[in-house]
């Protein structure tokens, strides 16, 4: 389960943000001159070989900070090596150019990243050349964010003054949050050619207050579920990559931790299109461990199989039920005109039995390019556990009696009845390109949280955020929103409250049926 946790608040004011802001402003407009940058790019290679890496990564991220996030084609670049049909968005400023599909590289691509300062120091240096023929890169970025809204209370009760909850993520009103700081390492295959194998991997570290809803039972949990660290470490990726030519068009073979291969969004802040996330995103599997093949049949055509230990648990928590062989089988279709794009499938599928985040998971997304401009995205999926305990002996405040035995850590998110529990949400994404480096985007959703298994609530929800995504630079990110949750009322079973549309005000500690927020963050990429 996506884990809601007892959080500290920190309050701020709007002032605050603006001054954090400002001063973030001022230091990125203290970059070098872009008419004297030399901006880097494939061919640069050990050109400050007598500096030493402090003084390179400097004048780097100067040029970073100098060099637009989109600029002009290259015309003297060499034609792509690419294999099957183009890829249809372009990023940036979107963050990502291809059609949906999680735990894989692109089959047919080079899957070249780009260099941003960290990387582009190392190839400035002696050994630069010698770096870029291996492959391997090492790049990460800072995110961090501010919000208010009208849930502004800070009271005691089972959520501990979490008064945007059941959002995520930014659960705290009137804060500024030090997300996540992510350091990457890793080795992107070669999947456009097809005359040998190829490897890969990728190991990732975070820190911030976004490992709350990263973490897997089993590793490192301690953080979050003994000693309730508000900012913690995680690795949400730590996989091997085997890619295979000429099996079909291409298979992929990765072994290790992934992030769930479905969804729209995901946890790390760059590839998503807005600083909050729905609700639909925050209540359903995070990360698996196991092993994943994806297999390209053709140009439109690919299709996942995965075998892991469930979700959001490892393979050695063996005491608790939601760890069990887990299957996932995904599709992904795509037009060859460019404008229709399908990924969906079984994500999660086991016995359903209750165990930590054991839902079982169907889901689709269908996708479509109106222009260059204009495209949308929709998603929707159905999820459900059996054999759950209720909330029957829960009065409000704390257990009247013990869970039964083995009932995993949930933070009382416990369904209101026991037996069978399920829910099911459907999300919209419209993104409107503005400029070449702004998009807007429009976000509407529906979540039922139909036995209240994933909130605490059964209520249907409804959330509409409209916000921006700003690219200054090539190393810079600005997303400021603004958001609107309703909870719609009570599916008419009692939580052992009092019964009715009353009792469903989740927000503000309890004590709405409704919030507005306003939230933004600054991505700042190294």
Same mark, same amino acid.
């Given at each position: ?16 943000? /603006? ?8 230091? %990125? ?262 092993? %994943? ?16 230990? /469930? ?52 889901? /689709? ?81 529906? %979540? ?18 409209? /916000? ?59």
């Amino acid at each position: 389960m996506k884990i809601i946790e007892k959080l500290t608040r920190v309050k701020f004011c709007p002032m605050a943000l /603006g001054l954090a802001l400002g001063v973030t402003s001022a230091v %990125f407009s203290a970059g070098a001159d872009p008419t004297n940058a030399a901006p880097p790019g494939p061919s640069v290679t050990g050109r400050r070989a007598d500096e030493n890496i402090f003084k390179r990564f400097i004048k780097a991220t100067e040029e970073g900070l100098a060099t637009p996030s989109n600029p002009p084609p290259d015309t003297n670049a060499p034609p792509s090596k690419r294999r099957g049909l183009p890829a249809p968005f372009d990023a940036p400023p979107y963050p990502n150019g291809e059609w949906q599909i999680g735990g894989t590289e692109i089959i047919g691509d080079q899957n070249l990243t780009p260099d941003y300062p960290l990387m582009q120091a190392i190839y400035d240096g002696p050994h630069g050349q010698a770096w870029r023929a291996s492959r391997i890169k090492f790049y990460g970025w800072e995110d961090f964010s501010g919000d208010f809204g009208t849930s502004t209370k800070s009271g005691i009760n089972s959520f501990g003054g979490q008064a945007n909850y059941p959002e995520a993520y930014d659960q705290r009103p009137n804060t500024l949050n030090q997300n996540q700081f992510v350091f990457f390492a890793e080795r992107t295959p070669d999947e456009a050619q097809t005359d040998h194998a190829d490897w890969g991997f990728r190991m990732s570290w975070i820190y911030g207050l976004d490992y709350r809803y990263m973490i897997s039972r089993g590793w490192d949990d301690h953080q979050l579920l003994k000693d309730n660290r508000f900012n913690g470490m995680d690795d949400p990726m730590m996989y091997f990559d085997l890619y295979i030519p000429n099996v079909a068009q291409g298979l992929n073979l990765t072994l290790g931790r992934i992030i769930s291969e479905a969804d729209i969004e995901a946890q790390l802040a760059p590839n998503n299109l807005m600083s909050s996330h729905s609700l639909l995103y925050t209540y359903d599997p995070y990360c698996q461990w196991g092993l %994943f093949g994806t297999l390209k049949l053709s140009k439109n055509w690919t299709v996942q199989y995965g075998l892991s230990a /469930g979700n959001d648990v490892t393979p050695w928590e063996t005491q608790d039920a939601g760890c069990q062989p887990t299957s996932a089988i995904m599709v992904q279709w795509q037009s060859t005109d460019g404008h229709w794009g399908f990924y969906g499938g079984d994500n999660a599928l086991n016995n359903g039995t209750w165990g930590f985040n054991n839902v079982q998971q169907e889901v /689709g997304t269908l996708t479509y390019k109106f222009n260059d401009k204009i495209w949308t995205s929709h998603e929707t999926w159905y999820m459900f556990q059996d054999h759950c305990p209720g909330q029957f002996n829960w009065n409000g405040t704390k257990y009247t009696t013990p869970l039964p035995a083995g009932t995993p850590y949930t933070d009382a998110q416990i369904p209101v009845h026991p037996g069978y529990a399920c829910e099911w949400a459907t999300l919209n994404y419209t993104m409107i390109r503005l400029m070449p480096e702004l998009f807007l985007t429009i976000r509407n959703e529906l %979540f039922d949280d139909t036995d209240g298994q994933r909130t605490g609530y059964a209520t249907l929800y409804d959330e509409h955020s409209i /916000g921006l995504t700003w690219w200054p630079s090539s190393t810079v990110t600005l997303r400021p929103e603004v958001r609107y949750d309703r909870a719609d009322g009570c599916h008419g079973r009692s939580n052992g409250l009092t019964p009715g549309i009353d009792e469903m005000r989740p927000f503000d500690n309890g004590t709405r049926r409704q919030q507005v927020t306003f939230q933004m963050d600054c991505i700042v990429r190294f």
